[in-house]
């Protein structure tokens, strides 16, 4: 298994991994540079299903200055029958205003045209700076070759198409039960030059009959479960398509064990990042709590720092527990309920346990270090 | 003017800055060296009021996780006629149980002995690690240290003894209309090794017949209107203590002015602090949505390493601002909304406005940048 390496992930039984670069049965993509970044790297793809119907879902940022590319999705597409998408880094095309929406309109119509697809039918996903206009004549050029290029074998130039300052290519294939799913991300770690964004495109040949109540959930327990510095982009979007081809059902778990493993990923290759961890909050009053505890302890600089610095200091653990529940009144909390030995451990994967004592409720959220490396990376001179 | 340096601060007119090892009228202190500290500075101290009757209000954290001298002011002070104090730093007695509690109000009664108060009228503050227990002998010997040392000028050894990790003594007496305030405080930015606390100490002679509506929104304006990074720590406390001897009432402006002049001081001697930067929301639909925009903006690491970076980066100030308003639609938001030059200023205090054109409340919030030396501080082994 070279996919499924944390220990906080469970694949089902029997799950084979395939080439990374081997699309789900039906799907074809192809990438180029075609110059939005400007150090000549693939930056440009398409993807598209080959069958007559497709049932898909996307999972677009609730952030309120949301970037063209998402305003497009919500507005101008049919987000239940996706059989292709355009994407592109270098320019996440945010903050752009009227010009970007209609340049965003213009791209995601100029795909479907060389995809031969109903517009509608199209999805559009961008990033890379803020603030600058997008390139439309390096876009058109890239999407007639990018056409040229479709191939079933095409998901590695998906996947590099859409990275910006990852170390490496997130991807997989995998496959159980006769269905395969092959998904390509991008991280979340917010970037130099501006910010960065997380991106994630899923393709099955198994039957989904309601790709909303697949992907929801997944995506709840997985991208939503990550922090690396508390920042929501402007344009994250998960996109799940399914041709049902293999006309079996998505084996129970698989694509909650990909998301899984992706959004790792994505900690893992946090800025500037050299562990992760996980934290559980147990017995809270209700899943609320239970979230808003493990959160802020996974958001606090100090419990991040602890987290690189390998110090087992529960006491900012209680500080952050005690910070999420203001105005209550959590008594005796002291050393006993909390377990930090994981901060304090050599391991990569590091493990955060606190009990509440008010109720049964749970929640677990994964994050990465804060290292002299995010600073840097951060604070360089860019505009 | 040495203490009212700040631009964003207006002191009244005619205010004149006096010795800040002077306390006002009728406030006696003493500070000594009881060993809580391992450095041999000074660490513990008391301050009485001599007045009959004295009026004080106290703010306290509203963190969950509340220290021992929080529960006891809580719990078994009368928080409104307050005449005495005691404090250390060395040991924030947070996280210790039941032994923790007993210990605090064996110290505060202890004080009240010294005083020769009834120990309701005695206030506790603590700060400085947590989890450990208190040396309680070192304590009382530290008190019947101090009560030998109390004098009219020993404001410079309370302000003394309640610094960790501040870079210097924060303190300020300054006199308007015939009244005099002097203040003392410590920093808020959590520190090494564990995390340290806001304490703030003021007193006056001048008369104030509601010292918790005096009070309350100063702090509100000030100590809550900053952010070092985001914590909020299980033992901050702000006391105003009054004695009406100047039967005069307080001059307007002149507490708000001292708090926040010393709130600035807090912020610009956050851990590893380079600069510090004032955010104001401006057209936000109400004051909440001015607040949360604002803080989200002060708390964001990227614009804190922008801060430090002196990168006008607006896209972060969009993308936090999104954050904030997470469901709305904020539509066309663009640069020319946001003032982000001050980031790329090389003033030591940036000024930061955007403008959310969606009603007329604003909001302000002052926060320190991000730095290299503040992952270094937090990240060193400690336990």
């Excluded at 293999?246 to 562990?275: I, T, Y």
């Excluded at 995010?374 to 360089?380: A, C, D, G």
């Amino acid at each position: 298994m070279t996919f499924f390496r944390s220990r906080w992930v469970d694949p089902p039984p029997g799950v084979q991994e395939l080439d990374a670069a081997e699309l789900a049965p039906g799907f074809r993509a192809g990438g180029v540079a075609c110059g939005l970044r400007g150090d000549g790297a693939t930056d440009l793809a398409l993807l598209a299903c080959d069958a007559d119907h497709v049932a898909s879902a996307m999972v677009l940022t609730s952030n309120a200055a949301a970037g063209a590319p998402v305003r497009v999705c919500r507005e101008r597409c049919d987000l239940t029958s996706l059989a292709g998408a355009v994407v592109n880094s270098g320019n996440a095309n945010a903050a752009t205003g009227e010009v970007g929406y209609h340049d965003a309109l213009a791209m995601r119509d100029a795909a479907a045209a060389a995809l031969d697809l109903e517009p509608p039918r199209v999805a559009i996903a961008q990033t890379g700076v803020i603030g600058f206009p997008l390139d439309l004549d390096a876009v058109r050029n890239g999407i007639t070759a990018a056409a040229g290029r479709l191939s079933p074998r095409g998901a590695g130039e998906l996947a590099d198409a859409i990275l910006t300052t990852d170390r490496g290519r997130k991807a997989c294939t995998v496959r159980a039960d006769g269905v395969t799913i092959s998904a390509q991300a991008k991280g979340a770690g917010m970037m130099q030059p501006n910010f960065a964004t997380l991106l994630c495109f899923v393709q099955t040949d198994g039957r989904v009959d309601d790709p909303q109540a697949e992907l929801r959930p997944g995506v709840a327990d997985s991208f939503e479960r990550i922090t690396v510095d508390g920042q929501q982009s402007t344009n994250d979007a998960v996109l799940l398509q399914a041709s049902g081809a293999a006309e079996r059902p998505l084996p129970a778990g698989l694509l909650d064990a990909v998301l899984l493993q992706l959004a790792l990923e994505v900690v893992a290759d946090g800025e500037g990042a050299s562990r992760i961890a996980r934290v559980e909050a147990r017995e809270a009053a209700d899943e609320a709590e239970a979230e808003a505890v493990a959160r802020a302890i996974a958001n606090s600089p100090l419990v991040k720092a602890s987290l690189y610095g390998r110090d087992p200091n529960w006491g900012r653990i209680a500080q952050a527990t005690g910070m999420a529940l203001a105005g209550e009144d959590l008594g005796e909390l002291g050393g006993d309920a909390i377990d930090a030995s994981g901060l304090g451990s050599g391991e990569p994967e590091a493990d955060i346990v606190i009990r509440l004592g008010r109720g049964d409720a749970s929640a677990q959220v994964y994050f990465s270090d804060l290292t002299p490396d995010y600073v840097k990376l951060n604070s360089e001179y860019t505009t």
